[in-house]
């Protein structure tokens, strides 16, 4: 695309991440598992929840008779009742059936809300990803796709941005119509609020803006190719010898 820089590629992708989250979409409903991750390497120190270093998600799956529906991911800052109690707010519709663990914080997060059912892995002898399937296959999935595609170099700071192009990708993995998909992320584009690269610098971690190049760009020399042709379109074609005919 004879784009100037990585900054410019990557503002241009954070722009179409900005928009991949319609405004007043639908929550998920009937029986929705529900869960946390952490994205990131080992650290030393308190495992578990008490984890420091990494970033905390959310997850929410809906079970849609046998299959597994729509997926809602998103940061949170703890696994507090009040942190997960605003997650199945934003993401769950009331009066759903929340499937969890057997973590302490759900039956307030939950509480005259939503039917909840929480099931201890502990103690109930089996795998999280049997007693969670869905939301367990969702971590997974979003991890090999941070770690191949994203090369892992996702920064906390920017960590819901690529979790809501993971999201928009995953949703719409069935639909038939690409090109509709397309037209309607750049209907969302035009819709959204302007962002700037300063608005999405990280404060103390991103290198300086590179200093502007005086006189005419030129090209790299990677890059100094001309314009490449296709050689074999320029070849004169052997004359055809004319078909014989065989007399019937």
């Known amino acids: 695309m004879e784009l100037g820089s990585i900054q410019t590629a990557w503002m241009v992708l954070h722009r179409y991440r900005s928009v991949m989250v319609r405004p007043g979409r639908e929550r998920l409903r009937g029986d929705v598992e529900v869960d946390e991750s952490f994205i990131g390497g080992p650290e030393p ?60 914080a759900y039956p307030s997060a939950t509480r005259d809300r939503y039917e909840h059912t929480g099931t201890s892995v502990s103690t109930s002898g089996l795998p999280a990803h049997e007693v969670l399937p869905g939301v367990h296959r969702t971590f ?73 190049i005086q006189g005419v760009r030129g090209t790299p020399r990677s890059l100094d190719v001309g314009r490449p042709e296709l050689p074999w379109r320029n070849q004169e074609s052997p004359p055809r010898e004319p078909k014989s005919r065989v007399p019937t």
């Open 45 to 104: 120190g308190v495992r578990g929840r008490g984890a420091l270093g990494k970033v905390l998600i959310a997850g929410a799956v809906e079970r849609d008779h046998g299959h597994f529906g729509r997926v809602r991911l998103s940061v949170i800052d703890d696994a507090s009742a009040v942190s997960l109690a605003a997650f199945l707010d934003a993401n769950v519709e009331p009066g759903s059936h929340v499937i969890t663990d057997g973590w302490s």
């Open 140 to 212: 997974s999935l979003v991890k090999r796709w941070l770690l191949g595609t994203m090369q892992g170099s996702v920064s906390p700071e920017h960590m819901q941005a690529y979790l809501d192009e993971w999201v928009f990708r995953f949703n719409r993995h069935n639909a038939r119509s690409r090109g509709l998909l397309f037209h309607t992320l750049l209907q969302q584009a035009v819709e959204g609020q302007p962002m700037t690269y300063n608005s999405m610098r990280k404060t103390g971690r991103t290198r300086p803006r590179p200093r502007p």
